[in-house]
């Protein structure tokens, strides 16, 4: 099982950029999705959760209204859609996976991570 993420760079603050993670190895529509994000010197934290069919999703309140999730099954990719990114969403950016139909906020709970794609937003 192989989850890999890209599409993070840099952009200056109020730029958009999407992530996406690619899944290889498993039956994807089966499993609840995540991004994640680490700024150094800070724990990980959770920013964005999808159900396994898509239908709804959760988002951590400082991406709110700015950022969305989504995937597509059948290509057995996730999306990150950042928009009006500012200077604080600077980190490393995380997707996984975890078998259920519902949302998950605790990384604890994932069992499968990508290696993470660094975003990094100029003032």
């Known amino acids: 099982v192989q989850l890999q993420a890209s599409g993070g760079g840099s952009v200056q603050a109020g730029g958009s950029l999407r992530v996406s993670c690619a899944v290889s190895g498993r039956t994807f529509s089966f499993y609840g999705m995540g991004w994640f994000r680490q700024a150094p010197g800070k724990e990980r934290e959770f920013v964005a959760a999808i159900r396994s069919n898509g239908g709804t999703a959760y988002y951590a309140d400082s991406v709110k209204g700015r950022f969305t999730i989504s995937r597509d099954n059948a290509k057995n990719m996730g999306y990150l859609q950042m928009n009006s990114l500012k200077p604080e969403d600077t980190a490393v950016y995380y997707c996984?996976?975890?078998?259920?139909?519902?949302?998950?906020?605790?990384?604890?709970?994932?069992?499968?991570w990508g290696q993470g794609t660094q975003v990094t937003v100029s003032s």
């Open positions: 996984a996976t975890k078998p259920g139909s519902g949302l998950y906020t605790d990384a604890k709970s994932y069992d499968y």
